[in-house]
């Protein structure tokens, strides 16, 4: 069945820098996949969606890539804010023939000031 | 434009207790999809309306959870009866529809099962 794979462990960054958040699947061949942002108490924000005939997508301070090779989709923020700071879900959608997203479990982001 | 609405926030039952959650979509959503999330997790698809049928619940304990969608518009979830590890938030989301969709989360129903 596929699987998302997003580090567990939290990104600690200075205020500035750039970010970069990795979501690895596998037994998939998505034709898109999405970024969502979450805060703490509340529901997953879209932020991105990037279909696999693209490899880049941009907005504003947000970049994500998709690498279809690898497998592997990059999310970047540039100039990183305090704001920032939340968790970071990549998701799939449902393949062969199903209709259920799979979210990975996401990687926390903390922008220190 | 008013978001996805759901009651109550907060929910705490003793285990073999029923509870049962609403969800009112985005209007014109016809889409509509309920996930458990398990802390430090993501969220996990239980069922997935189109419209008022059902597209897939392939995922949905259904010995002891159910989910309706009357009219095609609000939505509910029932548990019973409930064990510890229904213990998470539920989160209802919806989309326009098609395959290449938004979903638009509401800030979901935080349960904890003693």
């Known amino acids: 069945s596929q699987k998302i794979e997003q580090n567990s462990e939290a990104l600690n960054i200075q205020e500035g820098k750039t970010a970069t958040l990795t979501c690895n699947y596998t037994?998939?061949?998505?034709?898109?996949l999405q970024w969502y942002r979450q805060d703490p108490g509340r529901g997953p924000v879209f932020l991105l969606l990037i279909r696999e005939n693209e490899k880049e997508k941009r907005k504003e301070r947000l970049k994500v890539t998709f690498d279809t090779t690898l497998k592997q989709s990059l999310f970047h923020i540039t100039a990183s804010q305090p704001a920032d700071s939340a968790t970071y879900l990549c998701a799939l959608p449902g393949s062969g023939g199903s209709y259920i997203p799979t979210f990975g479990r996401g990687t926390s982001l903390i922008v220190h000031p | 434009e008013a978001g996805v609405a759901q009651s109550p926030r907060y929910k705490i039952i003793e285990k073999r207790q029923s509870v049962a959650f609403w969800c009112n979509p985005i209007s014109g959503h016809a889409t509509l999809y309920w996930y458990q999330q398990i802390l430090g997790q993501g969220p996990k698809l239980l069922i997935q309306f189109q419209n008022n049928g059902v597209v897939d619940d392939s995922q949905l304990p259904k010995d002891r959870f159910s989910a309706e969608r009357l009219k095609g518009v609000d939505s509910t979830l029932k548990i019973q009866p409930a064990k510890l590890e229904d213990s998470a938030v539920y989160l209802c989301?919806?989309?326009?529809?098609?395959?290449?969709?938004?979903?638009?989360f509401g800030p979901g129903t935080r349960l904890l099962v003693l």
């Open positions: 037994n998939y061949s998505p034709a898109y």
């Open positions: 989301a919806s989309s326009l529809g098609g395959y290449q969709e938004t979903q638009y």
